[in-house]
């Protein structure tokens, strides 16, 4: 891998599997990593390279690559930014198969046990990752665009963290695929959480010197963590 510099964290920036990826944590060979998978605000935003160094001192490899190749979204609410194409382009199918060689990637350098964490755009890749077995585990924080199909399709032990408020994955499609997935705890662990007071991406948009919001995110923080340690060998 190619070091490069990192513009925050504590890791450092490499290239694995074609990709860019922020990377924290002890030696590659043989080290269960979990690799996160941003929103569409990219790869370099603080906040997740936080949660990724949280990830490292937990005694995991943390790798965060750049799904979008240096275009993330930077203003949303932007005059004249057009979403919808900037979503075809970035697609999420695409983006499984980015994440499916940064896996090969890291399973070539030894790696055996891969855990995938998602947020919003993230979540819709993590959970189809989630229908293999390529990875171990899987988290979905505040995923943006799931359907049934996608939670019909889970073959892994699998977590979903979500906000009191998203429009974008309401109670009741939650009721829904805890239902789903509660049927195949036969086969694999499930887990499903709503935190109260949060809006979507409650765990990534919190600003530093906000204490309430900074605790609302580190406590999905921990979930996320503690179903990683549960569910991914180091």
Not at 51 to 77: E, R, W
Not at 208 to 233: G, P, Q, R, S, Y
Request: charged share 25%; proline share 4%.
């Amino acid at each position: 891998m190619t070091s490069l510099n990192a513009t925050s964290g504590v890791g450092s920036v490499s290239n694995i599997g074609g990709l860019k990826a922020y990377v924290a944590g002890p030696s590659l060979v043989g080290l269960a990593t979990i690799i996160l998978i941003s929103d569409v605000y990219g790869y370099k935003k603080p906040n997740l390279r936080t949660v990724a160094d949280k990830v490292a001192a937990a005694g995991y490899l943390a790798v965060v690559p750049d799904f979008f190749y240096g275009d993330p979204v930077i203003n949303i609410t932007k005059p004249n930014f057009d979403f919808e194409a900037w979503k075809k382009l970035h697609n999420t199918d695409k983006g499984a198969e980015d994440a499916k060689k940064v896996i090969a990637a890291l399973k070539a350098k030894g790696v055996s046990s891969i855990g995938v964490a998602g947020f919003c755009w993230g979540g819709k890749v993590a959970v189809k990752l989630a229908s293999g077995n390529d990875i171990k585990a899987t988290v979905l924080l505040h995923p943006s665009w799931l359907v049934t199909d996608d939670i019909q399709d889970v073959n892994i032990p699998t977590a979903i963290l979500a906000a009191e408020k998203d429009g974008g994955l309401t109670p009741q499609q939650l009721i829904k695929y805890e239902e789903i997935l509660s049927k195949k705890r036969n086969k694999f662990d499930s887990f499903v959480k709503i935190y109260p007071g949060t809006a979507h991406g409650w765990t990534l948009k919190y600003q530093t010197d906000d204490k309430v919001a900074v605790k609302k995110a580190e406590e999905a923080h921990k979930d996320m963590l503690n179903w990683f340690i549960k569910h991914v060998t180091k």
